[in-house]
């Protein structure tokens, strides 16, 4: 059976189409702008796809045509197929109808950590021996992809709250249908799909009530938005994680950066994680899949024990050189939030004397302006900030509240020079935008590179 994907290069259809080749199906796409981690993902795994939306050939051929929700009326492909009566369907009802049936699924969702946390517990069901299927919302690097089907009888899943199609509005994660579901934390996000917080909050309350009674659901303990959200109903068990107050699941930090931790359930030390990772919100996603792995009868030690060896997703602090001194991190930074406590871990960590920031306000809520008041906050540790100037929202107008060194750019290569031109060894830029930003972090470390090359010919 020949399916043809469309919205391909985005991290949930491309992760569906592997899934779908390794099922046996033929698999083809189309998408416009792709580019690495996932262009590169899925020329290893020989999916062909089309540059575009405007030649339908391959869509035609399909025995079924799987539509993302980066997918709009009006665009030729979209409209070749149903003029055509070709039949057709979303992402994650492909994956409920053909795949997930099969397994005990595994969800996180939540507007922060998704990623990190899904990796992780993929990553410790297979060190425990359970082979997991999973999918993934980016590259975890210790599979070296996205996603797989697995041999065993779990299934993980990034669990979305965006939506589904332009004729499905639910959130992806009304199709998955869970028996474990980790709720990691709840804000504002997505301003394109809700019009506030309580519009999100309902659409979580709903996907409580696909959990069955025999189900569980793990949460931070003192998430007031999504308290707000169980306080409207409960429907399975419930255990709560902390990383810094009792709780079901606790952390106790043996360092002021989370390298290391001993991990309490109902008080009891069940087990220490010394690993690499920095950060609370790192602790609290490590908690957290201990918990789910626990559910599943993997016992905390040896949860612990795979967390140790636990490698970071692709464009999540994502070293990308480190030579002459300077560290060029990726980050996929899309909230005021997500910034803050990644630029606070990395300050905390003395790794660096100084952090510079490169930034797009690459995402909708981001790009329209919706958190810019918030970014004031969330870049303050920084020692200067490098932004790219938004076309859909006056950053001027906001920035005289921000307490950091900053510059305000018309393009990329103008931030190229200016931020190597700052630059002195032991210091680290971290690149902060969920898009390509057009292979900004390669121009910058190949100039980078020329600038030392030139000091030393000097």
Same mark, same amino acid.
């Given at each position: 059976?020949?399916?043809?994907?469309?919205?391909? +290069?985005?991290?949930?259809?491309?992760?569906?189409?592997?899934?779908?080749?390794?099922?046996?199906?033929?698999?083809?796409?189309?998408?416009?702008?792709?580019?690495?981690?996932?262009?590169?993902?899925?020329?290893?795994?020989? #999916?062909?796809?089309?540059?575009?939306?405007?030649?339908?050939?391959?869509?035609?051929?399909?025995?079924?045509?799987?539509?993302?929700?980066?997918?709009?009326?009006?665009?030729? =492909?979209?409209?070749?197929? /149903?003029?055509?009566?070709?039949?057709?369907?979303?992402?994650?009802?492909?994956?409920?109808?053909?795949? /997930?049936?099969?397994?005990?699924?595994?969800?996180?969702?939540?507007?922060?950590?998704?990623?990190?946390?899904?990796?992780?517990?993929?990553?410790?069901?297979?060190?425990?021996?359970?082979?997991?299927?999973?999918?993934?919302?980016?590259?975890?690097?210790?599979?070296?992809?996205?996603?797989?089907?697995?041999?065993?009888? !779990?299934?993980?899943?990034?669990?979305? %709250? !965006?939506?589904?199609?332009?004729?499905?509005?639910?959130?992806?994660?009304?199709? !998955?249908?869970?028996? =474990?579901?980790?709720?990691?934390?709840?804000?504002?996000?997505?301003?394109?799909?809700?019009?506030? /917080?309580?519009?999100?909050?309902?659409?979580?309350?709903?996907?409580?009530?696909?959990?069955?009674? $025999?189900?569980?659901?793990?949460?931070?303990?003192?998430?007031?938005?999504?308290?707000?959200?169980?306080?409207?109903?409960?429907?399975?068990?419930?255990?709560?994680?902390? +990383?810094?107050?009792?709780?079901?699941?606790?952390?106790?930090?043996?360092?002021?950066?989370?390298?290391?931790?001993?991990?309490?359930?109902?008080?009891?030390?069940?087990?220490?994680?010394?690993? $690499?990772?920095?950060?609370?919100?790192?602790?609290?996603?490590?908690?957290?899949?201990?918990?789910?792995?626990?559910?599943?009868?993997?016992?905390?030690?040896?949860?612990?024990?795979?967390?140790?060896?636990?490698?970071?997703?692709?464009?999540? /602090?994502?070293?990308?050189?480190?030579?002459?001194?300077?560290?060029?991190?990726?980050?996929?930074?899309?909230?005021?939030?997500? #910034?803050?406590?990644?630029?606070?871990?990395?300050?905390?960590?003395?790794?660096?004397?100084?952090?510079? =920031?490169?930034?797009?306000?690459?995402?909708?809520?981001?790009?329209?302006?919706?958190?810019?008041?918030?970014?004031?906050?969330?870049?303050?540790?920084?020692?200067? =900030?490098?932004?790219?100037?938004? $076309?859909?929202?006056?950053?001027?107008?906001?920035?005289?509240?921000?307490?950091?060194? !900053?510059?305000?750019?018309?393009?990329?290569?103008?931030?190229?020079?200016?931020?190597? %031109?700052?630059?002195?060894?032991?210091?680290?830029?971290?690149?902060?935008?969920?898009?390509?930003?057009?292979?900004?972090?390669?121009?910058?470390?190949?100039?980078?590179?020329?600038?030392?090359?030139?000091? #030393?010919?000097?």
């Amino acid at each position: 059976m020949h399916l043809h994907v469309l919205g391909l +290069s985005g991290t949930f259809m491309s992760a569906l189409a592997i899934l779908a080749k390794e099922a046996g199906f033929k698999v083809t796409g189309s998408d416009a702008n792709c580019y690495p981690p996932v262009s590169d993902l899925l020329a290893a795994k020989n #999916i062909p796809f089309t540059e575009g939306y405007e030649d339908s050939t391959e869509a035609l051929k399909a025995d079924c045509v799987v539509v993302g929700n980066a997918i709009k009326r009006g665009m030729p =492909v979209i409209e070749a197929v /149903l003029d055509a009566k070709k039949p057709y369907t979303s992402g994650p009802q492909w994956l409920a109808d053909h795949l /997930l049936p099969r397994y005990q699924v595994l969800a996180v969702a939540g507007t922060h950590g998704k990623t990190t946390t899904t990796s992780m517990l993929a990553f410790i069901l297979e060190e425990a021996g359970l082979e997991p299927g999973f999918l993934i919302g980016g590259v975890a690097t210790d599979f070296n992809t996205s996603a797989r089907l697995g041999k065993g009888s !779990y299934f993980v899943v990034e669990a979305d %709250e !965006y939506d589904t199609a332009f004729f499905d509005k639910r959130p992806k994660f009304m199709h !998955y249908r869970p028996q =474990v579901a980790i709720l990691n934390n709840l804000e504002f996000d997505h301003a394109d799909i809700y019009a506030d /917080l309580p519009a999100i909050q309902q659409q979580f309350h709903y996907f409580l009530k696909t959990i069955p009674r $025999s189900g569980l659901v793990i949460k931070p303990r003192d998430d007031v938005a999504l308290n707000d959200v169980l306080a409207r109903g409960e429907y399975c068990s419930l255990q709560d994680f902390s +990383s810094s107050k009792d709780a079901f699941w606790s952390a106790e930090l043996l360092d002021d950066v989370g390298l290391a931790f001993d991990v309490l359930q109902q008080g009891k030390k069940v087990a220490t994680v010394d690993w $690499s990772l920095i950060g609370r919100f790192n602790v609290e996603n490590g908690l957290a899949a201990i918990a789910a792995a626990f559910s599943v009868g993997v016992k905390p030690s040896i949860a612990a024990k795979a967390l140790e060896k636990f490698s970071p997703v692709k464009r999540r /602090l994502e070293v990308k050189s480190a030579r002459h001194g300077i560290t060029v991190y990726d980050d996929f930074a899309h909230h005021p939030t997500a #910034i803050l406590k990644t630029l606070q871990a990395l300050k905390d960590s003395l790794r660096h004397q100084r952090i510079f =920031v490169v930034l797009e306000f690459a995402s909708f809520t981001m790009r329209t302006g919706v958190h810019a008041n918030d970014m004031a906050d969330a870049l303050s540790v920084a020692d200067g =900030v490098y932004v790219l100037n938004p $076309s859909e929202f006056n950053l001027i107008d906001v920035v005289k509240n921000w307490r950091c060194p !900053y510059q305000i750019l018309p393009n990329t290569a103008a931030i190229i020079e200016k931020v190597v %031109e700052a630059l002195q060894a032991k210091d680290a830029v971290l690149v902060m935008s969920n898009r390509g930003f057009e292979n900004i972090h390669t121009r910058l470390i190949k100039r980078i590179d020329d600038k030392f090359a030139e000091a #030393i010919h000097r």
